[in-house]
Structure formats: structure tokens, C-alpha cells
């Protein structure tokens, strides 16, 4: 059976998450229902990470097995069609190797979120960042980010839920930026690793954002770590700041 490989766009705000459920609207759902109108399913989509409910994507990676052999184009177009009108997109198809797998051959991944700050409501974006009313220290949350990286032990930004099997995990990089909107700022997180825990990066995010705020000192983001307690992290950001940002593979089947 062909294989083809999937970059995915989403707005993750109607949906329950990545993941099919029961009775819930799904990314993968609206995927797999999609390819049913094109070949007799059922179809499983492979990603390569579960989005949580409201989290967007804008460089999501699965994979599928397909009986035909479909021209990767109109695959693509035909998924896009299929899909309307959800909030989805296929950005970008390709017939790939049996061997490959969107979570399993995947070296890395990377998430951006979206803080703004602004006294007025948002508009365009709402839905797409999170909006906070003070502005927030840059330089304060560059120092308390750089304790993050590398090798730790991230108890403390876990959720209590998560399955991994250990919180010990790589963190290889961490930047901030800040833009100028409309009577305000939007600071982007950009946060890379191999893999990421459950919260991990709405967590760190919450965190970094009291550091900025002044309620936290840079330092005691080290101290949370050192914890390794759930109790010691800051509070977990809302999902409509998230995003899944891209994935990265050694022979990268979209270059």
C-alpha cells in the first residue's frame, strides 16, 4: 500500500484536539473522513503529536496508507476539497517510503506561542493569541528561559496526566521576540526539542509570563525545576496561544 505523508494547517479552536474521539470533532476525524470520500476507509492518520483541544498547527506532519496510487497534487487537492469547511488545510503532500513514520522518524519538534499584550480586545486574532493587559519584561524572560535549557528533569512542567514514561528531557532551545501591534505587543515563544511532555510548553510559557509580569524573579524558574514538583511551576497558558510549528526528519519528505 502507498504511503504519503502530510503537512497540515489548522485552526485548532472547534476542535476537541488532534485525536479521533467519540461524539467530539477531531483534526484527525475531519482528515480521516475526508480520505473516506476519496477510497473506502476506514483510514488511520498517523501525526506526528497530539494536539490538545483549541492548540493550533501550522506545519503539522502525518502520514497515511492508501490503497490507490494517487498523484501526491491532487491528493492534496482533492483532501482540500473534501475537508471545506473545516478549518483545515493540506499544505503540502508526498508519496513517501513504508519505513517512514510522521512520530516515529520524526528528530524534532518545534512550537510557537502567541502572548499579546493590549488593554483593547483583540479582533482578527482572537482565538489565535493569547491576550493578556500588562506589558511584560523581555530581557527578565530571556534569563529565566535560559535555566530551561537542555538536559532536566521537567517534573514541574507536567502534567499530571502525562503519560510519557520519563519527565527527563532535552530542551535545545528557547527564544523570545517581541513585535509591535496596534496599541501594543505580541511576544512569540519559539521552544524546540526532540519531544515534549504533556503541558510542557503552556507550562514553561505560564511560567516565563509571571517572570515578565515581575511576580516571579528570573531565578526562580531554576528553582521550580530543581523541585521537580508540580506545584512549584507557574500557572498553564491557555491552548489558543500554541502552536505546533513544524517537525523535523532527517530526509525531510516536503524539501
Not at 143 to 164: E, N, P, V
Not at 179 to 204: D, K, P, T, W
Request: glycine content about 8%; charged content about 25%.
Amino acid at each position: 500500500m502507498p504511503r504519503y505523508a502530510f503537512q497540515i494547517e489548522y485552526d485548532g479552536g472547534p476542535f476537541a484536539g488532534w485525536q479521533r474521539q467519540v461524539n467530539q470533532s477531531s483534526v484527525q476525524g475531519s482528515v480521516e473522513a475526508a480520505l473516506a470520500r476519496l477510497e473506502p476507509g476506514p483510514h488511520s492518520v498517523i501525526a506526528a503529536g497530539r494536539t490538545d483541544a483549541g492548540v493550533h498547527a501550522s506545519a503539522q506532519v502525518a502520514h497515511v496508507d492508501l490503497a490507490k496510487d494517487w498523484d501526491a497534487f491532487r491528493l492534496s487537492e482533492a483532501l482540500n476539497y473534501h475537508l471545506r469547511p473545516h478549518p483545515i488545510s493540506i499544505l503540502a503532500c508526498e508519496r513517501v517510503s513504508e519505513d517512514f513514520h510522521a512520530r516515529f522518524s520524526a528528530i524534532e519538534r518545534r512550537y510557537a506561542f502567541r502572548l499579546a499584550y493590549r488593554r483593547a480586545p483583540l479582533t482578527y486574532e482572537r482565538g489565535q493569541v493569547w491576550r493578556i493587559r500588562k506589558p511584560l519584561d523581555l530581557e527578565a524572560m530571556r534569563a529565566g528561559a535560559a535555566h530551561l535549557i537542555g538536559w532536566h528533569d521537567f517534573t514541574s512542567f507536567r502534567s499530571t496526566y502525562c503519560q510519557a514514561k520519563s519527565p527527563e528531557k532535552t530542551l535545545d532551545e528557547i527564544t523570545i521576540e517581541a513585535h509591535e501591534i496596534a496599541r501594543g505587543m505580541e511576544y512569540r515563544f519559539h521552544l524546540r526539542a526532540r519531544s515534549f511532555l504533556h503541558n510542557q510548553v503552556r507550562s514553561i510559557v505560564g511560567t516565563l509570563e509571571r517572570v515578565g509580569a515581575g511576580s516571579w524573579a528570573p531565578e526562580r524558574v531554576k528553582e521550580a525545576l530543581d523541585a521537580r514538583d508540580r506545584a512549584a511551576c507557574g500557572p498553564v497558558c491557555p491552548p489558543h496561544g500554541l502552536y505546533l510549528a513544524g517537525v523535523g526528519y532527517r530526509d525531510d519528505p516536503f524539501a
